[in-house]
């Protein structure tokens, strides 16, 4: 004769520990992406104006045009006349990830040597996370 489960068997007792597992787990995950969900501070791009746009309507400006640069490559806006340095990082096949633009943003010429860029490093690791949350299109 087979008995029916009673409340302190294994398979009855786990299941409101599983529960709260899913309610944390979901909590955290909601609460992440709120937090990859807050608007970029757009006010970290002001200083690259001068020099480059967000958009490809902008027109020319002194340096390239930003639209859509992660994952486009290095020296990849057709209408920028680029250094050496960055066209031979170009033909090298060099891509433009959030990675690699961080470093680029710390310190341009450490990572490409001869480059025109004559902004200074960006020191502020906060700044440069706010650039690459504009330049990512946030």
């Not at 992660?70 to 990082?89: E, H, K, M, N």
């Not at 891509?95 to 502020?124: K, V």
Request: net charge positive; charged share 20%; aromatic share 6%.
């Amino acid at each position: 004769a087979s008995r029916a489960p009673t409340a302190s068997s294994s398979s009855t007792s786990r299941k409101p520990d599983r529960m709260r597992l899913g309610i944390v787990v979901a909590a955290l995950l909601a609460a992440s992406g709120a937090a990859r969900a807050q608007p970029c501070d757009r006010q970290a791009f002001e200083a690259c104006q001068a020099c480059h746009a967000l958009t490809r309507d902008a027109g020319q400006k002194p340096g390239p045009q930003l639209a859509n640069v992660i994952g486009r490559p290095v020296a990849g806006d057709p209408a920028f006349d680029y250094s050496p340095a960055l066209r031979a990082a170009r033909d090298n096949g060099d891509i433009w990830t959030a990675e690699r633009l961080d470093i680029f943003l710390a310190d341009a010429e450490a990572m490409y040597p001869g480059q025109w860029m004559g902004s200074p490093p960006i020191r502020s690791a906060k700044l440069r996370a706010d650039l690459l949350c504009v330049l990512g299109g946030r």
